[in-house]
């Protein structure tokens, strides 16, 4: 029974992880320095380094440091990516604004 939720917790870690990777691939450089939120550079291997641990730990069954990259994942994503978001062309404009 623990092993499903461990696993679970895995898979999910995971699933996190790389859409942070994504989102950290996508927004400019220049958003990074202008939010003062170290590099981009720094977060791209922060959480591809997570997403292999968590990715490890899927494949594996066992994940001693999934917690350290969950805690970067959650870091990058509540904290950076909404300062960051609204920089560069990565702007969902519609007719009337944002949105």
């Known amino acids: ?5 461990w696993q679970l917790v895995y898979l999910v870690t995971f ?11 996508r927004t400019p450089a220049q958003a990074f320095e202008v939010m003062d939120k170290q590099t981009k550079k ?3 291997i922060l959480t591809a380094v997570a997403s292999g641990l968590s990715l490890l730990a ?9 917690i350290l990259g969950l805690v970067a994942t959650l ?9 960051v ?15």
């Open 58 to 66: 899927v494949l594996s069954g066992t994940g001693m440091f999934v």
């Open 42 to 44: 720094l977060w791209v």
């Open 75 to 83: 870091i990058f994503l509540l904290d950076v990516r909404p300062a």
């Open 1 to 5: 029974m623990f092993y499903w939720i």
């Open 85 to 99: 978001k609204g920089m560069g062309g990565n702007q969902n404009n519609g007719p009337y604004g944002p949105w």
């Open 15 to 25: 699933v996190a992880s790389l859409y942070a990777l994504i989102e950290a691939i």
